[in-house]
Nanobody, 120 residues
Framework: QVQFVQSGGGLVQPGGSLRLSCVLSGSDFSQYGLTWYRQAPGSQREHIAG???????NYADSVKDRFTISRDNNKNTLYLQMTNLKREDTAVYYC??????????????WGQGTQVTVSS
């Protein structure tokens, strides 16, 4: 059974930093493309960062130069380092893994979501 388990998040003051993590179990982590999404109250889920199996990254304009996505294939872990947090970053954050190739290509797994609240 494949699982993608999130950790991190919480309450932080504006300008602060947080790191989110997601650990994949039950499958070959290196074969996945990985993304972070977030969903604020009353809003649609937003793609904010992605990292391919070859390490190429992409970011939404709203988080570029403040957030960093990374992966550690030895630890089966995806990270999102968030700096200079703003009140508008308040949302539930989700990680997603999509199998890139093979017989299970396209199979997708979501983390359970974690709340990030930016407030003084």
């Amino acid at each position: 059974q494949v699982q993608f388990v999130q950790s991190g998040g919480g309450l932080v003051q504006p300008g602060g930093s947080l790191r989110l993590s997601c650990v994949l179990s039950g499958s070959d982590f290196s074969q996945y493309g990985l993304t972070w999404y977030r969903q604020a109250p009353g809003s649609q889920r937003e793609h904010i960062a992605g990292i391919r199996d070859d390490g190429i990254t992409n970011y939404a304009d709203s988080v570029k130069d403040r957030f960093t996505i990374s992966r550690d294939n030895n630890k089966n872990t995806l990270y999102l380092q968030m700096t200079n947090l703003k009140r508008e970053d308040t949302a539930v954050y989700y990680c997603k893994a999509v199998m890139i190739s093979g017989t299970d290509a396209g199979a997708a797994y979501w983390g359970q979501g974690t709340q990030v609240t930016v407030s003084s």
